[in-house]
């Protein structure tokens, strides 16, 4: 399905499994490690420069948030993972409301973001089977290619395959969201996924 990515607008936050959106449209779930890049995959995604927020305070907020794709899909953009200075009361924040959006049957597609310059830490892995136990189909984006040289990128993507366990079936995607590389190649797998 043709999906226009520049036509994205807002819908709500979630703090909590009451405020999910179940209206039966498909649920693209962007996942990944604090400053990873993920809001600006997200912002390089939609063509807007402070869509996502960049920058905000790691792991400050345990939420939530919804975009709507072209009337087609939501964007869902998962809070981050893996930011050192959370306090506990935070950390079971996300926990618990983690658990609950992957136990809703409500996601369509897993997207995690990595940091392509290195291996996958082990929230990545847990991350990337909670998607896989959902039985969702899973792309995996390698952000900040353009820090890697070119002789770096086929050995660390063999790294990224390795250390997550993915399948043959599951894409990996070299990507950067300051240069734009890999934009199309993302919008084709999550319009292939509608
Ligand atoms: P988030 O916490 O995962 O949402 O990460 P942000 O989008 O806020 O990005 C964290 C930092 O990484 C910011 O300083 C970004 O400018 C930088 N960044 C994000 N993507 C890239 C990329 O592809 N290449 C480079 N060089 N820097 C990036």
Redesign the pocket.
């Known amino acids: 399905m043709d999906v226009n990515f520049n036509k994205v607008e807002f819908i709500r936050s979630a703090v909590s499994p009451r405020d999910f959106l179940r209206d039966g449209l498909p649920q693209l779930a962007f996942a ?10 997200i ?1 390089r995604l939609v063509n807007r420069k402070n869509f ?5 305070s ?1 792991g400050k907020t345990s939420q939530i948030n919804y975009f709507r794709l072209d009337g087609a899909a939501y964007l869902v953009d998962l809070p ?1 993972y893996g930011y050192a200075k959370v306090s506990k009361a935070e950390r079971d924040r996300w926990g618990r409301l983690m658990e609950a959006y992957f136990a809703s049957g409500l996601i369509s597609l897993g997207v995690m ?1 990595v940091d392509a310059r290195h291996k996958p830490t082990a929230d990545d892995v847990t991350m990337a089977s909670w998607f896989r136990d959902t039985g969702c189909p899973l792309v995996v984006a390698a ?5 890697l040289k070119k002789s770096e990128i086929d050995p660390n993507l063999a790294l990224i395959r390795q250390t997550l366990s993915l399948g043959e079936g599951d894409l990996l995607l070299p ?5 734009g590389v890999g934009r199309e190649d993302l919008i084709g797998a999550l319009c292939a996924s509608l």
Do not use: H, Q
């Open positions: 990944g490690r604090s400053n990873v890049g993920k809001s600006s995959v912002n996502a927020r960049v920058g905000a790691p981050g973001i952000n900040k290619l353009d820090k990507f950067s969201a300051e240069k």
